[in-house]
């Protein structure tokens, strides 16, 4: 069982930054693949990012790519969302999760935490 912990979220102007935190319960954080997901009321979750297991390997959805940058700590448990020129269509509760594979699907993370709200004024 791995309990996470999202923090970071909040209220943030058009073209503003925020840095997103997930932090990891147990010894087995850097035996996970990290994704990070977001969701709006009434549409499914989306494929935001992921990391491998040393942090190496790294994929991001379109909707972010070159604006937002994961990255991962093994030894603080942690695993971050860097996220830049944001913009209001950025708005969602964004969550963390964990799998054993580079995947993109939701269906195929495991253990997921409680989500922290984004939200980006115009």
């Known amino acids: 069982q791995v309990q996470l912990v999202e923090s970071g979220g909040g209220l943030v102007q058009a073209g503003g930054s925020l840095r997103l935190s997930c932090v990891a319960s147990?010894?087995?954080?850097?035996?996970?693949?990290m994704g990070w997901f977001r969701q709006t009321p009434g549409k499914e979750r989306e494929f935001v990012a992921h990391?491998?297991?040393?942090?190496?390997?790294?994929y991001y959805g379109d909707s972010v790519k070159g604006r937002f940058t994961i990255s991962r700590d093994n030894a603080k448990n942690t695993v971050y969302l860097h996220m830049n020129s944001l913009k209001p269509e950025d708005t969602a509760v964004y969550y963390c999760?964990?799998?054993?594979?580079?995947?993109?699907?939701?269906?195929?993370?495991?253990?997921w935490g409680q989500g922290t709200q984004v939200t980006v004024s115009s």
């Open positions: 999760a964990t799998s054993s594979r580079m995947e993109v699907s939701a269906s195929g993370y495991e253990f």
């Open positions: 147990g010894r087995t954080f850097s035996r996970y693949v």
């Open positions: 990391i491998s297991l040393t942090g190496v390997g790294t």
